[in-house]
């Protein structure tokens, strides 16, 4: 009842007002307006005596960190963090107002509230807790930041590179976990350790122009272009089955003859056939995991409908794997649209590396052993992501950084993967409790494991005042 209690009293009003605000990033440098919930986030603090800097490159494009102090500097310290932009919305095809935050059946509604503004919520009534109750063994750090959804440079990338000894953490737990697998023997509750690389390439076609109504024999670059889109789009790079990948396999399929064909990479896409007929959404994010991807998605060119183009410009979004660079991408484009094609100029304009986090540590112990309270008979399966989050800034830096909320099993990975930047996106009002639970205790259980003391469970030491 007291969980209930707080966070009907403080998660829910907060996510409502940041739901409300509508800081929808389109990648523009001046959208977004994050600002506004940032200053939202600083007066929820404010009243519980938690004082926090605003941190900025633009004034309207602010971010947030506040600092509960540690009993003891020795211990580490771990940071929740979070962004307040989202992803535009189609009104005219949602059910309920985009930005509206209403509460309906349980659930609250409106863009973001998966990603990621219920995390920030619950993250920032925890924090409140954390500060009324018995000082964490090490320091807590709340960091919400603006631009995730278009790469973090007012963000998460300005934090690091412009305020790194006021973000600097040991453990930081972030976005892009707690999707419930059911099937099984003990159902499951994805845990993200590690994200795929961007590399971000152009390729420039040359043709000759000429005469839209004389195309016999032209050399049309739009053509080449497009073929080489084709190529790219039907390019199978082979599964990486690294360890991770083979207990997402054995978590994700349905059946045990899935499983089994899932162990061998010539048998591994017939078991990602037979799983996207029951799981598309499991079907696409171990897809992406187990392999280098490309995705040819813009193609340009410059004249009129009456001239046969001279020049086309396809960008294509590569994911590569932990060890991958550019060198290794340029080969594989090369490989995919074959001898043919080698007049074409290839540029990259975008390469962060793929990243990971160790898995066996105090953190993950501490996750555990929580969840072993407050969701009992569910076991955390290790995820590798081909999306990016801003926890790999950090990563960068040495920050042991998971992606995981203790949420409920209404929130499934099928319906976790329709809603999230789709329609009528939503979070249980179960997740936000039990989320919020798991985030008022883990400073104390990751001290306790840090120490080698995991013996006393967080919940005897936290409370609200």
């Not at 509960?68 to 211990?75: E, T």
């Not at 934090?159 to 003990?186: A, I, P």
């Not at 996750?367 to 995820?383: G, H, K, S, Y």
Request: charged content about 25%; aromatic content about 8%.
């Amino acid at each position: 009842m007291e969980t209930q209690r707080l966070v009907a009293d403080r998660a829910i009003p907060l996510l409502q007002t940041l739901v409300r605000n509508a800081c929808v990033n389109t990648g523009a440098d001046d959208s977004g307006e994050e600002t506004r919930s940032i200053e939202a986030v600083r007066d929820f603090l404010s009243p519980y005596g938690i004082e926090s800097s605003i941190l900025y490159e633009r004034p309207d494009r602010a971010n947030l960190v506040a600092r509960i102090p540690g009993r003891d500097h020795f211990h580490p310290t771990l940071a929740y963090m979070g962004h307040v932009d989202v992803v535009p919305a189609d009104a005219s095809q949602w059910s309920r107002d985009p930005f509206g935050g209403e509460v309906v059946d349980g659930e609250v509604w409106g863009r973001g509230t998966l990603d990621m503004l219920g995390m920030v919520a619950t993250s920032a009534a925890a924090f409140t807790v954390i500060a009324e109750s018995e000082p964490p063994p090490g320091d807590v750090l709340l960091i919400v930041v603006s631009d995730e959804e278009a790469g973090g440079t007012f963000g998460a990338r300005f934090l690091t590179e412009q305020h790194s000894d006021l973000v600097k953490c040991d453990y930081m737990v972030t976005e892009v976990g707690g999707m419930h697998l059911s099937e099984g023997r003990v159902p499951g509750l994805t845990f993200t350790v590690g994200e795929k690389g961007i590399c971000w390439a152009r390729m420039k076609f040359r043709g000759t122009s000429g005469h839209g109504s004389m195309p016999y024999r032209a050399d049309n670059a739009l053509v080449k272009a497009s073929k080489a889109a084709e190529a790219l789009a039907a390019y199978q790079a082979r599964p990486a089955l690294t360890p991770i990948i083979r207990e997402m396999s054995e978590a994700f399929m349905t059946d045990r003859f899935s499983r089994l064909l899932a162990r061998l990479p010539a048998t591994f896409d017939l078991a990602l056939s037979r799983l996207y007929r029951r799981n598309p959404g499991r079907a696409k994010f171990l897809h992406t995991a187990a392999r280098t991807s490309i995705s040819p998605n813009v193609l340009e060119t410059r004249g009129k409908v009456n001239i046969v183009p001279g020049s086309a410009a396809l960008e294509v979004d590569i994911r590569l794997l932990p060890g991958q660079g550019v060198e290794h991408a340029q080969r594989m484009l090369r490989e995919a649209i074959g001898d043919s094609n080698e007049e074409v100029e290839i540029e990259f304009f975008e390469f962060y590396p793929s990243n990971v986090s160790d898995l066996e540590t105090p953190l993950k112990r501490a996750t555990e052993r929580i969840l072993a309270d407050i969701l009992p008979n569910t076991r955390i399966v290790p995820m590798f992501i081909g999306g990016v989050t801003d926890g790999r800034y950090w990563r960068q830096r040495g920050t042991v950084v998971y992606g995981f909320a203790a949420n409920t099993p209404e929130l499934t990975m099928d319906r976790f993967s329709a809603m999230i930047h789709g329609t009528d996106e939503r979070v249980p009002v179960s997740c936000l409790e039990r989320n919020f639970d798991y985030l008022t205790r883990l400073p104390y259980e990751l001290g306790s494991e840090a120490s080698g003391q995991s013996g006393e469970l967080a919940s005897a030491r936290v409370h609200a005042e």
